[in-house]
Nanobody, 112 residues
């Protein structure tokens, strides 16, 4: 069964940085687009960034150049490098492979 597992969340002060990882199982990783999403308490899940199988990237407007998504197909891993974090970035961050494989999420908390 194909799965994705997120890691790298934690507590950071405003202005700090974190790198999230999304590691996949199975043999179809390189063929799939991967997306990072986030969900803050009481809010709907929203798209943060995506990367296609050909490494084309797309970002939500609120990222404003602070985040970078990348992929390492040999490691079956997608990264989300986040800089200049803000308290409003506090959320559980989820990885999605393709259209239906979701991870359990990793919590990012940004203190002011």
């Amino acid at each position: 069964q194909v799965q994705v597992v997120e890691s790298g969340g934690g507590l950071v002060q405003a202005g700090g940085s974190l790198r999230l990882s999304c590691e996949a199982s199975g043999n179809t990783f390189s063929l799939n687009a991967i997306g990072w999403y986030r969900q803050a308490p009481g809010k709907q899940r929203e798209l943060v960034a995506t990367i296609s199988s050909g490494a084309r990237t797309n970002y939500a407007d609120f990222v404003q150049g602070r985040f970078t998504i990348s992929r390492d197909n040999a490691k079956k891993t997608v990264y989300l490098q986040m800089h200049d974090l803000k308290p409003e970035d506090t959320a559980t961050y989820y990885c999605r492979m393709g259209t239906s494989v979701w991870g359990q999420g990793t919590l990012v908390t940004v203190s002011s």
